[in-house]
């Protein structure tokens, strides 16, 4: 008979022994914030449809102090998943020559966030431009 | 460099099947000097304190990829990991996660083993080729596209880096991925066709999260996760573009 006995190791607790695991669990749990986001604009495209005075009902609902504070943890968190979503980026994409040169995963990163910053700046000036 | 001789204490992940129920740790106190690797604590533990010790190890250079263990909690090779970056913290040293221990720091790897042969890990030529045709020829380019991850050494950290891989050990995993992604970006070979069906599968690409631990720890820059998060792409163009352009054999 064989001696042999391997010893599987439970996983119980995993993402708690290391901290890139923590982080991960983090990044992927920012994700339900954006998800959350997805749902207050359907909510608000929904209403919208309803007319007029639905709107302003909901408008006034958005500037409370309670959906303002709503808002203002929505964009933590969308600045941190935004942050790691474009540092895990380079590790996605297949390599991308420039001059036949390889574009280094850093460059990517820092594109990606600029691109993102520039078309946020783009968006939040035409909605300032519109509600004034 | 600090030349003078400390001790360090070594706290290691023992298990010996025919005695022990489960695994526990055991403390030894190591004199160490700071050339000293965590392989060569492990040596000095079983030359002169505990000669039971198992644990695997060859070549001591980084490039055989036997000695793969969790040191401090982190996958790494400890011929690689000196014994001076964890002293005066007791140092940890346990069997590689995510495998069955054998024994001690042995680890069973059939599991690897047979995916790694499952990926058909060779260039399957597009037809046989006479000695008389001479060499292959390849591009500097051609070659750069697949270098990277032809430098796996089978060491497995990337497996123990991988909480998709010890949640489900049904998937594929990160080093043969990799390894797939190498033969099938070599301009000599022709057997994608043949590696792709494992890559779609349930077993395949789409069990990684993309937590990237994989690449941070893999001792040779591999990237391990760039290869199975580009063949996630690979795939769901497959699958979509079989209903523009089907092909023979789609499924």
């Known amino acids: ?132 | 460099m600090n030349t003078s001789t400390r001790v360090i204490t070594m706290e290691i992940l023992r298990y010996r099947p025919e005695q022990d129920k489960e695994p526990f740790y055991q403390q030894y106190q190591v004199p160490f000097t700071d050339d000293m690797s965590v392989l060569q604590g492990l040596q000095y533990i079983k030359d002169e304190l505990d000669g039971s010790l198992s644990f695997r190890w060859y070549c001591s250079l980084a490039i055989c990829g036997s000695c793969g263990m969790m040191i401090g909690g982190v996958p790494n090779l400890c011929c690689q990991t000196f014994l001076r970056n964890f002293y005066p913290n007791v140092l940890r040293v346990e069997a590689l996660a995510h495998f069955p221990i054998e024994r001690d720091l042995v680890i069973v790897m059939d599991d690897f083993m047979a995916k790694l042969e499952s990926i058909k890990p060779y260039i399957i030529p597009d037809k046989p080729r006479a000695l008389s045709e001479g060499e292959y020829l390849q591009t500097p380019a051609q070659l750069d596209l697949y270098e990277q991850f032809s430098s796996c050494i089978n060491c497995l950290l990337c497996y123990a880096a991988c909480p998709q891989y010890g949640l489900n050990s049904k998937f594929i995993g990160p080093g043969a991925m990799a390894l797939v992604h190498r033969y099938n970006l070599d301009s000599r070979d022709s057997g994608k066709d043949q590696r792709m069906p494992l890559v779609h599968s349930e077993e395949g690409v789409f069990n990684c999260t993309a937590v990237g631990y994989c690449s941070e720890v893999c001792p040779k820059k591999v990237d391990p996760a760039n290869a199975v998060n580009i063949n996630k792409t690979e795939s769901a163009k497959d699958y979509f573009l079989r209903f523009v352009a089907p092909k023979g054999g789609a499924q």
């Open chain 1, 1 to 132: 008979m064989s001696a042999r006995r391997p010893y599987l190791r439970p996983m119980d607790g995993w993402w708690r022994k290391n901290p890139f695991f923590v982080e991960y669990m983090v990044h992927e749990g920012t994700a339900l914030f954006v998800a959350l986001y997805a749902l207050i604009l359907l909510v608000s495209v929904t209403l919208l449809a309803n007319g007029e005075a639905a709107w302003n009902r909901w408008l006034a609902f958005l500037i409370s102090p309670l959906c303002i504070v709503i808002h203002v943890v929505l964009l933590m968190a969308f600045l941190y998943h935004t942050w790691t979503w474009f540092n895990i980026m380079p590790r996605t994409l297949p390599p991308i020559l420039v001059k036949g040169e390889r574009v280094s995963a850093a460059t990517i990163t820092r594109t990606g966030l600029a691109v993102t910053a520039v078309a946020s700046l783009i968006v939040f000036a035409i909605a300032w431009r519109i509600a004034s």
